[in-house]
C-alpha cells in the first residue's frame, strides 16, 4: 500500500511543511535560529490581518480563542514584565532593555506565539506529524555520516555562519558540524542541528512525540527510530527517563479512565512491596550511575543551582537579576542558572517570572490530559507537555523554544479542538448534576 501524505490546503500548512522538511538547509546555512522566531510571528501576522480582513481567509476557525491560550499569552506577557522590572531594579539601562526585548520575543514569547497560531489557524496536526518525519528520515540518513565523522577524529566545527552577526546568544547557535568532543564512552556527542547534544535530545523527544501520532505505521517507525538513534548517539543522560516515561507511561496517562493502567499500576506497586529492599537499592544504583555518568557535569550542575537559587533569594526575589551572570572558575564559567529553567527564571526574572510559566504549563498539561482520554492529538500534546517538563529541568527552555515549535503548534491545535467526555465521566455528570424529574 502506497503511504498517502496529508494534504496542504492553506499557506500556513505549506508554511509549516516547508520550514520542517527544510531545518536541515536552514541548519546548513546558520540560519534556524533566525528563521524560526521569524516563522512564528509572521504566522502571528496572519492571524491578526485576517482578523482585521487584510487578507483572506480561506477557512474560517470557529469559536472563541481557547483559554489554555490566553493562559500563555499572559504568562509571557507577565514574563517580559517582570524582565523589565529586573532591568530597572539594577539600572541596566535602556539599550540592554531593548536588546532582552528581542530575546523574548524569540525565547518566551515565541512559546505563546506558535501555541496561539496553532489554535487560531487552519492547520492539520496530520500535516505536522509527516513533515516532522520526513524531517526525521533526512536525520536518519545524515546521522552515519557524522558518525563516521566522530569516529575518525576528523574537525567537529566545519564553519561558523556568518549570520552570528545578525545577533544571537553565541557562536555555537551558528556552528555547522558534526558532533562535539566528550569525555564519554564514544569520546564525542552528536549534536544534529542544535547547538549541543542535549538540546538535540530535546528535539528528538518532540520528533518522538510527534512520531507517535502518524496514523501510517510506516512514517511511524521511521520517526520512532530516528528520534531513539538521536538519543543514543546525543548520550543524553536525561533521554533514559523521558523515552521510557513517553513510550511507556504516556499510553497509561492517556487512558486513566480505562482499568488496565490501574491493574498495572496495582501490580507494579505489589511488586515493589513484595521486594521494597530489592528495589530501592535498585534505584539508588540507578541514581548513582546516572549522577555518575558525568559527574563534573553535575558537580557543575549542582553549583550553578545553589548559586542561583542564593542569589536569588538575597538579592532580588521579585523580578531577579534581569540578565545572566557568568559564573566563577569552579562552575567553569557557566552562566548562573543556565543548565536548569526554572533555577534561571529565579536568577533572572525572579518569582515573578518562575509563576508566570508554571502556572500556563500546569493549565495546559490538565487540559492535555482531560483532552486525552478520547483525542489523540491531544495525546500528542500531553507528550509535548511532558517534554517540556523534562527539560525545564536539565535545559533553558527559553533559549531552545525555536526546537519545540512543531510541538508547540500541536498544543494549540489540541487547546481548540473540544473535549469529549469519557463515558464514565458523562455518567457522573448525568447522576448528579442532570435536573431531577418529578
Known sequence: MVAISPSR?????????????????????????????????????????????????????????????????????VMAIALIGGHLNFDLGLPAIIKSMFGWAKGWGLLAAFIFVGAELKIKP?????????????????????????????????????????????????????????????????????????????????????????????????????????CALTQSRLSLVAVPILLIGLPILANIMSPWPAAALAAMSTFALLFLTQVKDTIDDMVQAFVGARA?????????????????????????????????????????GSHHTWHGLLFIKGGVGFVALALPLVWTFLEMLAKAQRDRHARAGLGIVLVLLFNSFGENLEILAYLAWPGLIVIGIAMKRRLIAPPIWAAFFRQFFSPVRA
Open 9 to 77: 490546503e492553506t499557506p500556513e500548512e505549506h508554511l509549516i511543511h516547508w520550514f520542517l522538511v527544510g531545518t536541515w538547509g536552514l541548519w546548513f546555512v546558520g540560519g534556524l535560529y533566525h528563521a524560526i522566531p521569524i516563522l512564528g510571528w509572521c504566522l502571528v501576522l496572519l492571524v491578526v490581518g485576517r482578523w482585521a480582513g487584510i487578507f483572506e481567509d480561506p477557512e474560517p476557525v470557529h469559536g472563541p480563542t481557547p483559554w489554555g491560550v490566553h493562559a500563555w499569552a499572559f504568562g509571557m506577557l
Open 126 to 230: 496530520e500535516v505536522v506529524y509527516r513533515a516532522s518525519n520526513i524531517l526525521a528520515l533526512q536525520t536518519l540518513l545524515i546521522t552515519p555520516v557524522f558518525f563516521v565523522f566522530g569516529l575518525l577524529n576528523l574537525p567537529g566545527v566545519w564553519f561558523v555562519s556568518p549570520l552570528l552577526y545578525l545577533g544571537g546568544p553565541g557562536p555555537l547557535f551558528f556552528e555547522v558540524g558534526s558532533h562535539l568532543w566528550d569525555a564519554s564512552s564514544l569520546g564525542f556527542r552528536l549534536r544534529y542541528y542544535a547547538p549541543w547534544a542535549p538540546a538535540a535530545a530535546f528535539a528528538a523527544h518532540v520528533a518522538l512525540v510527534l512520531a507517535l501520532n502518524d496514523k501510517d505505521w510506516r512514517w511511524r517507525w521511521i520517526g520512532i527510530v530516528s528520534a531513539i538513534v538521536a
Open 296 to 336: 563534573d557535569s553535575s558537580r557543575v550542575r549542582a553549583a550553578l543551582a545553589r548559586m542561583a537559587y542564593h542569589r536569588w533569594e538575597t538579592d532580588a526575589p521579585w523580578f531577579g537579576h534581569g540578565t545572566i551572570e557568568r559564573g566563577s572558575h569552579y562552575v567553569e564559567y557557566m552562566p548562573i
